[in-house]
């Protein structure tokens, strides 16, 4: 198939992409990228730090590390030497260019892991079989940004992800696919949650993928519009319901854990020392 891939360029895309390549290596595909989701003005200092270490810090400090020490990976950076696919930052998805440039291409599917744009109507009507959004909160009840932060502060004992339709400008409205869930650790902060929902969700899309590849139909069900609630951009105050549920928003020992899991492969204990170092040395602590 011919698949368009919208990403946004952070850690958590980052990770769902290395997860999919296999996959996508079956298809022909491009890729085209944000570097923010939300307003970027006046955000809460909690995420302003998150942010930095999900984007800034990982793709340059991280990536520099990697490649500076030779350490054995094969995971690929969204930086400038990616080179499995095109890959290109979205202007405009809604012009009128990128449409007549996507009408051209002539795509079967359009995927979308954390895009920081909205899709309108005409855009949306371009593939031939849709467009699918891996959403990182449970539908219909957390809607818009960070639902699990949301999820988690209300004491919810499980979090989730959603994999759903875009069938209109609407945001997280489309019918549900499938629904995928994992169990609130309290003693692991929400940065681990939020990045521990991605291998579940790709698990989700590779199979949707793999459907729509042999000419299946996915079974989809409507969302009741009038459950759940909407959320954007979280407050200092949000962040502050989280601490007082005595759970990190960040740690340096889950920011390791996560690099070792999904990026790096075997470490000896040196070189999980000079990680360990590298990450002290920025001032991640727990917070």
Same mark, same amino acid.
């Given at each position: 198939?011919?698949? +368009?891939? *919208?990403?946004?360029? /952070? ?25 923010? +989701?939300?307003?970027? /003005?006046?955000?809460? =200092?909690?995420?302003? &730090? ?21 350490? &054995?990976?094969?995971? %690929? ?15 405009? +998805? ?6 007549? %440039? ?11 892991? &954390? ?35 949301? =999820? ?19 945001? /997280? ?14 003693? @692991? ?6 990045? $521990? ?5 790709? =698990?989700?899309?590779?199979? =949707?993928? $793999?459907?729509? $590849?042999?000419?299946?139909?996915? @079974?989809?069900?409507? $969302? ?14 949000? *962040? ?15 920011? %390791? ?5 999904? +990026?790096?492969?075997?470490?000896? /204990? ?14 991640? @602590?727990?917070?």
């Amino acid at each position: 198939m011919k698949i +368009v891939l *919208f990403l946004n360029k /952070d850690l958590q895309a980052n990770i769902a992409y290395n997860l999919l390549k296999q996959e996508l290596r079956h298809h022909t595909l491009r890729i085209y990228y944000s570097e923010s +989701v939300g307003n970027p /003005d006046g955000k809460a =200092a909690d995420l302003v &730090r998150l942010e930095h270490y999900e984007k800034h810090y990982f793709h340059n400090e991280i990536a520099n590390f990697t490649k500076n020490t030779k350490l &054995r990976y094969s995971f %690929e950076f969204f930086d400038h030497t990616f080179n499995s696919f095109p890959f290109e930052k979205a202007t405009n +998805v809604n012009s009128e260019e990128f449409i007549t %440039e996507m009408k051209l291409y002539e795509p079967d599917l359009f995927i979308s892991i &954390r895009f920081g744009k909205i899709f309108k109507d005409a855009i949306i009507q371009v593939p031939k079989l849709g467009l699918l959004n891996l959403h990182s909160a449970i539908l219909p009840h957390y809607k818009g940004i960070m639902g699990t932060l949301h =999820a988690i502060k209300e004491q919810n004992k499980t979090i989730g992800c959603t994999l759903h339709t875009i069938p209109d400008a609407g945001i /997280d409205t489309g019918e549900i696919i499938e629904i995928a869930q994992l169990d609130v650790c309290p003693e @692991k902060s929400l940065f681990w949650h939020i990045i $521990q929902l991605y291998p579940l969700g790709v =698990a989700l899309l590779i199979q =949707a993928i $793999q459907l729509l $590849q042999r000419g299946d139909h996915l @079974k989809t069900k409507k $969302q009741n519009l009038q459950e759940g609630n909407y959320f954007s951009v979280p407050t200092e105050n949000d *962040f502050q319901q989280i601490k007082n549920l005595g759970m990190d928003i960040i740690s340096p020992t889950d920011y %390791e854990a996560v690099l070792l899991q999904f +990026v790096f492969e075997n470490l000896t /204990d040196l070189e999980k020392r000079s990680l360990r170092k590298l990450l002290v040395d920025s001032g991640l @602590k727990q917070y």
